[in-house]
Each structure stands twice: as structure tokens, then as C-alpha cells.
């Protein structure tokens, strides 16, 4: 094992340890079968065909031993015919005639036995997968249903194997009920038909039960929890696969595919380990109820074969017994394989369950209100949250923001900018205090109609791998192709849609791998104008893109913002200079308010933050400045203005204390163009570094 991969294996071991307090019982397992009723109840029908067919089948099967018996007394050894032969073939019958006959009638039997079994497979097959659909259905609606915190804390690995793959554990257990009450009623039918030819040797066949049952107990001790451990591996793999896909360009970028693939394969090959005791296990449990069959088989022949010696029995009905008593053998092997198989779809099915069990942390209130289109006027009042684990992440947050105003969120990283957003979108509910949309609670608000007032720009433009149309519409399910051009119009994004050779039915890729940076986030402006909501979240939207893209966005934001209630998210503060209002966040708390010439003049940490950035943007136009210097033609300014401004200033001091004018005149000109020279390189270096206060001017339409 690779020394590195240590670290790996140990952040899982917490949540191995909890899952390992929740796993259950054997018998505890079953107590969830009663949860598959509602999802059985749609199709009642045609379970009942499903039931009928299985009885038909048992039948069948119980009747298709008979016509051996009747060749085997009547035609081999030309016994007087009593009962139904008789009946049938009279005292006299032709041999020939009998033997045709239940050759005949054994073939029909097991073509039509055959038949039912087709039939209530694929009766059984339809209810099985619809069953398995709609608890899917309700584990994906579910989960997504479910807090974030939940998606933080839980292996995506594992929440996919829950609803995909461990979903159909449920129509494995309930199709599984009729081929286990087809044995159990050929158990019964031949049994009694053992007893009727001899009751000795067919009560003696019953030795193998208390073995059976005993071996179910073993089974539910032994194996079940091994069965969970295997679970929760397979889990930790399939994790693993997802999160290497998902991070793959910065897994190829560091080189670490050979890391990877070694965590993967150790991982796997633990679960390969345990899977193989696992089977080892179960096959040792066949084995034994086997054997157990077997010994009870070899029993019952011995005994059979001194019945015959006496006299009791003849040596036809003694291969007919046999024959039923290997039968009866046959659905109690079938019973106990069948029930470790239930044992390990318990396990599944209890996964899935335990998903569908979670409470979600955000819950819509039975009175909730619906919202027509919101004013925008939004107020936070004594907010306080923090998440599981942490402590203080926001704390006794107000602000009070009127419709259509900008509002701008700044400070460190980690001070609370994007937790506030979430609790405004309702991602979490805080912890004390309210926030309001026009006076009402969130919480008094239905969900849907809560996220149908608020569009959100992300900082990673994230789409869906369909057509650009299609993550278009998703901020209006029912907009035209009209309606989705003009929205990416105004989001400066239809130029180079239409430049493609798909044009709008473009496919991205997953998660819009096919397009650039710029491009996947104009269609997430055109997703927010299409959805056209009264309040307006930008979680720095153009923080990783080049600048010649982030005019072209800044534009589209203008016209966005235009009208509603914006809550802009921003580390640079050249953007946000000219909002209404700006909240700085310092360690969950606002410590600040006011506008952009305000906190200069009186802020504290909003000072800083500008004082630290203004030297940055100094320090990248020098560094600009010096590149440029060393071009084959450099522009006016950097060094030789710098060093113009120092010779002329010299030329003017020399100049005024000269007696002759013309001198001073001539002197004071060369200061005059030293210091348009400086100028120059002032221009240069404003040239070199990022341009974002002119650019938020132009988003603002504010003048300077």
C-alpha cells in the first residue's frame, strides 16, 4: 500500500462508524417490508394475475409427475388399474393406448406450465420495474428536496447507488414473494401426496426441517452484516469513480492520474475482498442446507428400500415417492437460497429507505402563501446561522434593502458573503431572526414560488449538458425560440451562438465543457433575463474571465440589474463603487454600511480593503509598465517620463534662480512637459492594471 493513500482511507473512517451504528439486525430487516405496500398498491391487478399464474404453474408441477407413475404400474408392470384409470381406460386397457396417452399428457404439462411461467414473468417484470420507477422517482425528488448541508456531508457515490441502483432491491423482495408461495404450496401438495403412499417415510422427510430454520437464524448472524460491510465499500468505490470524472482536468493537470488509479484499486480491491468472503460464506450456507437434503434423500431411500423389502410398498411406488420427496427437497433449497438472496435485497432496500427517511432542513409550511411577482423589497432582521460543526458563521445580520436597489456584499473571504445569499434563496433557514420578501417570511412563503421571484448568476457558470436552447429555457420551461433569441440578445451572448454550426441546438458537453468560460457564462445571463425574477443575485459572475469578456458581460449585467432589486457579491471593489448601498462582512458580522464614499471616509475595514487593492493595482502597472519598457517601441510614459519629470524639474529650479527670463520661461515649459510626461506614464499604469472602475460605471450607467 502506498504510504500516501493513508490519509485517504482515514477521512472516511468517521462516517464508516456511523453508518456502522445504523445497521440492523437480520430480523430487524424484514420490518421494512411492509413499506413496499404503497408501492404495490398501483398494481394489485395484475399481482393477483401474477398469484393465479403461480398457483396454475404449482399445479402443473404437481401433476407432472403422475403420467410415470401410470406407465411405470400400468405399461412395465401391467397392474390391475384401479381409480381414475379405470375409469378412464376401463378394466381391460390397451397398452399402447396408455403409454401414447401420458406420453402425451406429460408433454402437455410441461408446455403448458412452461407457458404460465413466461407469462408471469413478464406480468411480474412489468410490476417490478414500475414499482422500482416510482421509488426511484420519489428517492430523486427526495433528495433533491434535501438540504445542502446533506449533499455536503454525504458521499455523491452513495446517494447514486441509493436511487438508481439500490432502488430495485425493493422489486427484487416483493417478485421474489410468489416463486417462494410456489414452493411452499408444491411443499404441501406433495407432501400430502407422500402421505398418502406412505406416511412413515414422508413424515421422515420433515428431519431436514429444524436444521433449515436453524441455518435461517445462522444465516441472519453470520452473513447479514457482512452483506452491509460489502455495501458500504461498493459505496466508497463508486464514490471515488465519480469524484475523479467530475475532477478529472485537475487530476490530468497535477499528474495524478497513477495517484488515483492507486486509491481506486486498493479501494476496490478491499471491497473484492470482502465480496469474495462474502460469497465464500453464502456458499458454504448452500452447501450445508444441500448436504442437509442430501442426508435426508439418502435417509429416506434407505428406509424406502426396506419398506419394499417387507412388502409394504412396490418398487413403482417407491420411485414415484422418491421422486416427490427429491420434489419436496427441491422448493426447501429453493426457500433457503432464496432467503439469503431476500436477506442482501433487505440491506438494499433498507439504504434506500433510510435515504427517504431523512428530513430535509428546509420544510415548506402547511399554510405557506404563494407569491404574485414580488416588489423586491427585502429585509434581513437579527439573522443568525451557523452550519453543523461551526460556530458564529453569520451573526445578528440586518439590512433593509428597497426595490430596485444594488446592494453590494464585500469583505475577506469567509467573512459570510455567500452564506447570507443562500439563506436569502432559502437554501438554509437561520438559526434566530427572519429575513422578508415584501414584509412576508420566507418561511411563510411555498418554496416554488420563492425561487420563482430571485434569478442567480454564479461565479462558476454551471449548465446542463444539453443544447444551448435548452439550458436557455431553463429559466422559463414554456418560452418560445423567440423568447430564448431575444434573452440571449440582451445577454450579448447571441453573436457567437449564431456563429456556431448548430447555432441554439448546440450540445455543450457535461457541465458546458464545449463552450469557453465567457460563453458558458453569457447563457447563464441569458437563463437570468428568460427567467426575467424582480430579484437579482450575482455571485461575482466575471471574477475568471479575461476582461475583454467581462465588458461584453458587464453590459448584459446593466441591462439585467435594470429594474430590480440586485444583491452583488464582490472581492474587487472597483465594482461595486457605485451601489446604493454596500454591507462589508467581517467574520459573519456586518461591520460596515454605507456608500462607496462614505466608507472611505469612515470605514475601517472597508478602507483596508481598498488601500490593499489600490496597492495591488499599483503594483501590477508597474509591473506592466516595466514589460512594455522593454518592447522595440515602448509607449510614452513609464521610465523616460519618470525620468523627463526629474529633468525638468531640475531645469525649472535651475531656471528660477537664473536672472536671465527667456531662461526661466524655457525652464518652466520643460517642467510643464515633464509633468504632461508623467502624466503619460500615470496614464500608462492606469492602462496596464484591470479597468474596473470604468467598467462598473459603464454596468451602472453612473458618471465619474
Known amino acids: 500500500m502506498s504510504p500516501s493513500l493513508g490519509p485517504v482511507r482515514m477521512r472516511s473512517l468517521p462516517r464508516m462508524r456511523r453508518s456502522a451504528k445504523k445497521r440492523q439486525g437480520a430480523w430487524d430487516l424484514w420490518k421494512a417490508l411492509p413499506r413496499a405496500r404503497p408501492y404495490l398498491a398501483p398494481y394489485r391487478r395484475t399481482l393477483i394475475w401474477v398469484t393465479v399464474l403461480t398457483a396454475l404453474a404449482a399445479g402443473l408441477g404437481l401433476a407432472e409427475p403422475w403420467p410415470l407413475a401410470v406407465i411405470l404400474n400400468q405399461v412395465l408392470h401391467t397392474e390391475h388399474p384401479t381409480g381414475i384409470i379405470a375409469t378412464v381406460y ?27 411461467t413466461v407469462l408471469n414473468h413478464y406480468l411480474g417484470a412489468k410490476t417490478e420495474q414500475n414499482m422500482v420507477l416510482d421509488l426511484r422517482s420519489d428517492l ?9 448541508t446533506f449533499h455536503d456531508e454525504r458521499q455523491t457515490g452513495a446517494l447514486m447507488s441509493q436511487i438508481n441502483i439500490q432502488a430495485a432491491a425493493m422489486g427484487n423482495i416483493v417478485m421474489v414473494v410468489p416463486p417462494i408461495a410456489e414452493a411452499a404450496v408444491t411443499l404441501v401438495g406433495m407432501l ?23 441455518s435461517f437464524g445462522v444465516y441472519g448472524r453470520r452473513i447479514v452484516p457482512r452483506i452491509q ?5 461498493e459505496w466508497r468505490s463508486l464514490s471515488i469513480v465519480h469524484e475523479a470524472m467530475a475532477m478529472l482536468r485537475v487530476i490530468v493537470s497535477f499528474g495524478r492520474e497513477d495517484y488515483e488509479h492507486r486509491r481506486f484499486r486498493e479501494q476496490g480491491q478491499t471491497a473484492v475482498d470482502e465480496r469474495v468472503k462474502l460469497t465464500v460464506s453464502q456458499s458454504l450456507y448452500t452447501l450445508g442446507v444441500q448436504t442437509a437434503t442430501a442426508a435426508g434423500a439418502s435417509l429416506i431411500m434407505g428406509f424406502g428400500a426396506w419398506h419394499v423389502i417387507e412388502g409394504k410398498i412396490s418398487v413403482g411406488e417407491l420411485i414415484v415417492l422418491l421422486t416427490y420427496i427429491t ?116 418561511r411563510d412563503i411555498k418554496l416554488s414560488s420563492l425561487r420563482d421571484q430571485i434569478s442567480v448568476v454564479l461565479q462558476e457558470p454551471l449548465l446542463f449538458s444539453g443544447t444551448i436552447a435548452e439550458n436557455i429555457r431553463y429559466g422559463s420551461l414554456q418560452a418560445s425560440v423567440a423568447g430564448i433569441e431575444a434573452a440571449a440578445k440582451a445577454a450579448n451572448a447571441h453573436e457567437f451562438i449564431d456563429s456556431l454550426p448548430n447555432g441554439y441546438g448546440t450540445v455543450v458537453g457535461e457541465r458546458g465543457a464545449q463552450l469557453s468560460g465567457g460563453e458558458r457564462q453569457r447563457i447563464c445571463v441569458a437563463r437570468a433575463f428568460l427567467k426575467d425574477a424582480p430579484i437579482l443575485i450575482l455571485d461575482e459572475p466575471t471574477s475568471s474571465i479575461d476582461s475583454r469578456t467581462e465588458n ?22 472597483s465594482t461595486v463603487r457605485h451601489a446604493e448601498q454596500i454591507l462589508v462582512m467581517n467574520e459573519g458580522e456586518i461591520v460596515e454600511r454605507g456608500t462607496h464614499e462614505q466608507l472611505l471616509r469612515h470605514g475601517a475595514v472597508y478602507r483596508q480593503l481598498h488601500d490593499a487593492q489600490t496597492r495591488e493595482r499599483k503594483r501590477r502597472a508597474r509591473t506592466g509598465a516595466r514589460l512594455n519598457g522593454q518592447a522595440p517601441k515602448p509607449p ?41 510626461a508623467e502624466n503619460g506614464a500615470t496614464a500608462a499604469e492606469n492602462a496596464a492594471a484591470p479597468r474596473e472602475a470604468v467598467r462598473w460605471r459603464q454596468v451602472t450607467g453612473a458618471s465619474s
Not at 400430502?192 to 422427510?205: C, G, N, P, R
Not at 433457503?336 to 434506500?352: K, P, R, W, Y
Request: proline share 2%; charged share 20%.
Open 90 to 116: 376401463g378394466a381391460h386397457p390397451v397398452l399402447w393406448v396408455v403409454l401414447i396417452s401420458m406420453l402425451v399428457g406429460r408433454f402437455l404439462i410441461v408446455v403448458v406450465g412452461n407457458g404460465f
Open 140 to 148: 430523486f425528488s427526495h433528495a433533491q428536496r434535501l438540504s445542502l
Open 192 to 214: 400430502a401426496i407422500a402421505m398418502l403412499v406412505d406416511w412413515q417415510l414422508a413424515l421422515l422427510s420433515l428431519i431436514v426441517i429444524p436444521f433449515l430454520y436453524w
Open 229 to 233: 460491510r460489502v455495501q458500504e465499500l
Open 327 to 442: 420434489s419436496v427437497y427441491q422448493p426447501l433449497e429453493q426457500i433457503s437460497g432464496t432467503v439469503g438472496m431476500i436477506h442482501e435485497q433487505l440491506v438494499q432496500f433498507d439504504a434506500s429507505l433510510r435515504l427517504l427517511d431523512t428530513e430535509p432542513e428546509v420544510v415548506e409550511r402547511a399554510d405557506a402563501v404563494v407569491l404574485e411577482r414580488a416588489r423586491g423589497a427585502v429585509s434581513a432582521e437579527g439573522v443568525c446561522f451557523s452550519y453543523s460543526g461551526r460556530k458564529r458563521t453569520l451573526a445578528d445580520i440586518s439590512f433593509e434593502a428597497q426595490p430596485g436597489e444594488r446592494i453590494a456584499v464585500v469583505g475577506h473571504t469567509g467573512a459570510g458573503k455567500s452564506t447570507l445569499m443562500s439563506l436569502l434563496i432559502r437554501f438554509y433557514d437561520p438559526k434566530a431572526g427572519r429575513i422578508a420578501i415584501d414584509g412576508v417570511d420566507l
Open 552 to 573: 461584453v458581460i458587464l453590459d448584459a449585467l446593466d441591462e439585467l440589474m435594470e429594474g430590480r432589486t440586485s444583491f452583488m457579491i464582490a472581492h474587487r471593489l
Open 636 to 676: 510614452a510614459g513609464g521610465r523616460a517620463g519618470g525620468a523627463a519629470a526629474k529633468r525638468g524639474v531640475a531645469a525649472a529650479t535651475s531656471g528660477a534662480t537664473a536672472k536671465n527670463g527667456a531662461a526661466a520661461k524655457a525652464s518652466g515649459a520643460a517642467a510643464n512637459r515633464a509633468t504632461a
